[in-house]
């Protein structure tokens, strides 16, 4: 079992929609939580860093962390063509400098 | 604006040839890393930096070397011992352990 399992999609969805994107993961050390989104050809640009569990809202996007069933997701509001591109969960633990990354998915919002 | 600079965008190596990519923060991190993305694949660690002239190998180091002379800069050469370097890679720093990793745009190396 990887230790963050990212469903690699694509996800298509209807410009609009909301979007739910989600990681797993089974190491209980984790403690930061990252999302990250990723043009073609270009690096990934962090969206979110999270530490506790709970919400965290940017914008249109909204980052949700569930310690206790190791589940993270990443929620986007009113999606724009956009936003598609691939999304990259990651995590680390206290202290460490590795995160692990989970192999993203790719989104598809068309018009 | 502060941020990571990758160049050059695209390379092109033959075969015996090393080649050099050049990453350079103006963010005043610490650390700073080497990853490959290959499609399919997800990031796979080549090299990590935590302080200037330090540097560990990452999951896949074999074929590559770097250094870290300055805090600015983290350049990973890619020998002729590494028989498939055709990927995209990326380079990324941190303030420190625990926190977020950003992001440079990427060298594409392809073999001629």
């Known amino acids: 079992q990887k230790e963050v399992e990212q469903d690699p999609g694509p996800l298509s969805v209807p410009e609009g929609a909301i979007v739910s994107l989600n990681c797993t993961y089974s190491?209980?050390?984790?403690?930061?939580f990252m999302w990250y989104r990723q043009y073609s050809r270009k690096g990934p640009e962090l969206l979110m860093y999270?530490?506790?569990?709970g919400n965290k809202e940017d914008g249109r996007f909204t980052a949700q962390v569930d310690k206790s069933s190791k589940y993270i997701s990443l929620f986007i509001r009113d999606s724009q063509p956009s936003d598609s591109a691939t999304y990259l969960c990651?995590?680390?633990?206290?202290?460490?400098?590795?995160?692990?990354f989970g192999r993203g998915t790719s989104l598809i919002v068309h018009p | 604006d502060g941020g990571i600079t990758q160049s050059p965008k695209y390379l092109f190596r033959k075969e015996g040839q090393n080649v050099t990519l050049s990453c350079e923060q103006n963010?005043?991190?610490?650390?700073m890393y080497w990853y490959r993305q290959d499609p399919g694949q997800g990031l796979r660690l080549i090299y990590y930096?935590?302080?200037?002239?330090?540097?560990q190998k990452g999951d896949i180091a074999e074929g590559y070397s770097v250094s870290r002379e300055k805090k600015e800069s983290f350049p990973l050469t890619v020998t002729s011992a590494q028989k498939n370097p055709t990927a995209f890679y990326l380079c990324?720093?941190?303030?420190?352990?625990?926190?977020?990793?950003?992001f440079g745009d990427g060298t594409r190396l392809s073999i001629l």
């Open positions: 990324a720093s941190s303030a420190q352990g625990g926190g977020p990793q950003h």
């Open positions: 190491n209980s050390a984790f403690q930061y």
């Open positions: 999270t530490y506790s569990s």
């Open positions: 990651a995590m680390i633990s206290g202290g460490s400098y590795i995160p692990t």
């Open positions: 963010l005043n991190h610490d650390a």
């Open positions: 930096s935590q302080i200037v002239n330090d540097f």
